[in-house]
C-alpha cells in the first residue's frame, strides 16, 4: 500500500509532456512546499522540500495547459519510492508523487480568444476530477434555555 500525501505547492519546474506508446499522457514536473516556523530562540527557519511529480491521461494534459513554473496548486497523491541502479552499479532512490486529484489555486478564468478553448474548470471536470461539494450544516431550532452550559 503506498502513503497517501495531499498538499499545496507551487511548481518549480515547467511540465514536461510526452505521450506513452499507448497514446496516454504523461506529465512531470518538480514541486516545492515549505513550512515557515520560529526556534524555541525566536530565530524564523524555513524548511523546503522539493519533490518529483506525475499525472496521466487527461489530468497530465490539463495540467500542461494552464499551468507553468511559480503556479500554486492543491494536490493528493500516492508517495512512492522510485529505485535504480546508475551506470557505476551505485543503488540510488527518490520519492515522487503520483498525483490523483488536484486543484488549480491561482489560476484565474479569463476570457479566450477562441469560445471552445475550455476554462481551467471545465478542464478539470473533464478530466475525471470532482471536487467534492460542501455539506450543508442543517439549522437546529433550539430555545437558549435547553442549551446545558
Not at 49 to 73: D, H, M, P, R
Not at 102 to 130: H, M, V
Amino acid at each position: 500500500m503506498l502513503m497517501q500525501t495531499n498538499g499545496v505547492v507551487r511548481l518549480s519546474s515547467d511540465i514536461e509532456l510526452r505521450y506513452a506508446p499507448s497514446g496516454t499522457a504523461i506529465a512531470s514536473f518538480s514541486v516545492v512546499s515549505s513550512n515557515k516556523y520560529k526556534t524555541q530562540q525566536g530565530e524564523q527557519k524555513e524548511d523546503t522540500c522539493f519533490i518529483q511529480a506525475t499525472a496521466f491521461g487527461k489530468q497530465a494534459e490539463v495540467l500542461n495547459q494552464y499551468l507553468k513554473k511559480g503556479s500554486k496548486l492543491f494536490i493528493r497523491g500516492e508517495l512512492k519510492l522510485d529505485t535504480w541502479t546508475d551506470q557505476q552499479g551505485t543503488k540510488k532512490s527518490k520519492h515522487s508523487i503520483h498525483i490523483k486529484e488536484f486543484e488549480f489555486l491561482d489560476c484565474k478564468d479569463t476570457p479566450r480568444a477562441n469560445p471552445q478553448t475550455p476554462t481551467p474548470q471545465q478542464s478539470i471536470e473533464n478530466s475525471g476530477y470532482r471536487q467534492q461539494q460542501p455539506t450543508p450544516i442543517p439549522e437546529i431550532d433550539i430555545k437558549e434555555s435547553e442549551i446545558p452550559f
